[in-house]
């Protein structure tokens, strides 16, 4: 009888914890998405290729959720479903040269500049934001 309780237990502790995670989403209007598009230029031309992560800024209180967004011949856009739900957001991009293939190949061509960071507060619905990232972030050859 021991065995089958510890076998009933084994199975208890992870359903809670499952039940207890998918519980844990707020309320409310942060659970409603919103897109995110635009454009992003470097040294006065659209960036060929590249990827946004867009984080929400813990530090300025947002706990909303974040997403990603895939740069192709200068344009963005979060996938449905997958944008963000507005207040202060912290942006990471990377862009490059590309290499005429599709921007989900892993080469991606030559580095323009990767790290480039950028704060912004997006309004809760869908937003365009267009990006100028400056010359001087130019990616430094080793």
């Known amino acids: 009888m021991s065995t089958k309780l510890w076998n009933t237990r084994g199975l208890l502790f992870p359903c809670i914890m499952l039940l207890t995670l998918l519980g844990c989403g707020e309320s409310g209007n942060s659970s409603q998405q919103f897109k995110v598009s635009g454009s992003v230029m470097f040294d006065g031309e659209p960036v060929p290729t590249g990827e946004i992560v867009i984080t929400p800024d813990a530090a300025a209180g947002n706990t909303g959720v974040g997403s990603y967004a895939v740069i192709k011949n200068g344009k963005y856009e979060?996938?449905?479903?997958?944008?963000?739900?507005?207040?202060d957001y912290l942006l990471l991009l990377t862009g490059s040269e590309g290499n005429g293939a599709e921007a989900t190949e892993p080469d991606q061509g030559k580095s323009?500049?990767?790290?480039?960071?950028?704060?912004?507060?997006?309004?809760?619905?869908?937003?365009?934001?267009?990006?100028?990232?400056?010359?001087?972030?130019?990616?430094?050859?080793?």
């Open 78 to 87: 979060t996938a449905p479903g997958q944008g963000i739900s507005g207040g």
């Open 112 to 142: 323009l500049f990767s790290g480039y960071e950028l704060k912004h507060t997006f309004p809760n619905q869908d937003s365009t934001l267009d990006i100028e990232v400056p010359a001087k972030q130019k990616s430094r050859k080793k």
